[in-house]
């Protein structure tokens, strides 16, 4: 029998904003253990939160992005459980009126786009984070994370493999930098992941009974995950078990998903509408705002760049990788640069030259401007392709291409005296290869041709000196 894999993500994202979800701490990662909390975040008796406006911003403009509806009433809870990253002993979240419900994303595949839907979306306070002595010993608690801000992204059933779940998570990666709402870091936690994953008989359209697996830190664990546990699975089923709903720990070190409590219902949670916040209240204008602010994302580029600038969907997808590459293109496009000259320019050398570097294109000095310019001098022929390589690596940092090549006599010469002079002067020094030019030798002629433009130090058309040098021969 073949097996047929079925994946829901739950993803939670940090939202990148200066300050906590319901009280002013600043949100820095990295800081001190213990250093960005109050008495809001700690949970302190008669503490009282207020809800950060940009929060409901930010994740409105997510939920806009991904096709949601938006909830204009929406409204957070009281997810009661005690744990010791959590000092209130409650987790203020959204169960009953998230702020986005019913999306979907678009996904490129290798195999074509795929639609992902997404269930819902809402918003919730972070906990903190427990620091386990690596040789067993005692558990240290830092707080500085209780009350980042998140929002929990859910999805439908929909994927069917690893690889659909990892495109699905660098599209909505992109999406998120591009809203410039969360800096999308895995390694630093801003984006994390549980897999909900079951396993049926190919054909079958009941779902099977799932797992869920948290902390996977990475998109090579997502990978191993799914791996790992639908084998599990499909081995638990071929031999006549049955898989029991649990929630697994992913252990990237063991290679390997260990049980870590069978999973609990929502009632567990005790959640009630949460008493010490009012509803929140989104009015049309708010949204007609946000509507109208809302950034062109990576797909909308790259579908533009293909149509209006005949790009290739590679170039494509290569430009609008990060943000402020495709910026970078799209401002030296303005400038009149052509754009497939322009793409092909950075694909090459503006990513040679980052990654030699090791710097993202957001950390780069150079300006569009002096791209722009450099591409003109090339069309306009000041300055041959080779040239303008040299003229780029040395302005990468800082300055003027035209005062480099001044400076450095690199323009090219187009005053066709000067060759001729160049090209008699090779005649003189290499009579025998002129001989053996008119003896039949065709040979002959690149090597006069490369005797010219050395003594033009490069700098001259390797065409019209072709074409002087033929004429010269064929004249007498
Ligand atoms: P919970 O209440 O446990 O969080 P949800 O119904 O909210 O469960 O679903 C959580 C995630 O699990 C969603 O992404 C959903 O698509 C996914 N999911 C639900 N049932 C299955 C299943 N049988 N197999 C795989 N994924 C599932
Ligand atoms: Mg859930
Ligand atoms: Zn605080």
Redesign the pocket.
Known sequence: MRWET?????THVELNTDTKIFCSCSTAFGAPPNTQCCPVCMGLPGSLPVLNRRVVEYAARIALALNCSITPLNRFDRKNYFYPDLPKAYQISQLYLPIAREGWLDVEMEQGRKSIRI?EMHMEEDAGKLIHHPDGGDTRIDYNRCGVPLVEI????DFRSADEVVAYLEQLRSVLLYLGVSDGKLQEGSLRCDV???VRPEGSQT????T?MKNLGSFRAVRRAIEYESQRQIRILESGGRVIRQTLRWDEDADQSIPMRT?ED?ADYRYFPEPDLPPVELDEAFLTDLRTQQPELAAQKRARYCKDWGLSAYDARMLTGQRSLAEFFERTVALGAPPKKAANWIMGQVLRQLSARNLQAQDMTLQPKVLARLIALVEQGRINRNTAVEVFDAVFDGGDPEEYIAAHGLERISDCAQVRQAVEQVFAENPRSVADWRAGKEKALGFLVGQTMRMLQGKADPQTVNKLIRDRLTEE
């Open positions: 079925v994946i829901g993500l739950e269930h859910v999805t439908e059933p909900n994953l079951s779902l099977g009974v799932r869920e999973k929502a």
